[in-house]
């Protein structure tokens, strides 16, 4: 059975780090497209960033490039999000989760299963 499990998130003064982490089980981790996704209270769920299974390409939402940096290890099965600069609007659950082998990598509706979250909070 796939299993996503994300740690690292917690409570960060605005402008500091994080590196949110993603265990992935009872998948060919590596043959899957990866993605990081986040959802505020009452808001729907929204891309931030996915990597190519082989981790040799990466895609960013516009409001995180250049902040934020998705990687993977392929032979640890696991995924990581390092975000720098973080902003409050950043404050949220954040989720990893694997891409369908269709669709388009910025659309949170291609991702299935996902991990039970971690939360992210920016102290200002």
């Known amino acids: 059975q796939e299993q996503l499990v994300e740690s690292g998130g917690g409570l960060v003064q605005a402008g500091g780090s994080l590196r949110l982490s993603c265990a992935a089980s009872?998948?060919?981790?590596?043959?899957?497209?990866m993605g990081w996704l986040r959802q505020a209270p009452g808001k729907e769920r929204e891309f931030v960033a996915a990597?190519?299974?082989?981790?040799?390409?990466?895609y960013y939402a516009e409001s995180v490039k250049g902040r934020f940096a998705i990687s993977r290890d392929n032979a640890r099965n696991k995924l990581y999000l390092q975000m720098n600069s973080l902003k409050a609007e950043d404050a949220t659950v954040y989720y990893c989760?694997?891409?369908?082998?269709?669709?388009?990598?910025?659309?949170?509706?291609?991702?299935?299963?996902w991990g039970q979250g971690t939360q992210v909070a920016v102290s200002s």
């Open positions: 989760a694997v891409q369908y082998p269709s669709g388009s990598v910025y659309q949170p509706g291609s991702y299935s299963p």
């Open positions: 009872g998948l060919t981790f590596d043959s899957f497209v």
């Open positions: 990597i190519s299974s082989s981790g040799d390409a990466s």
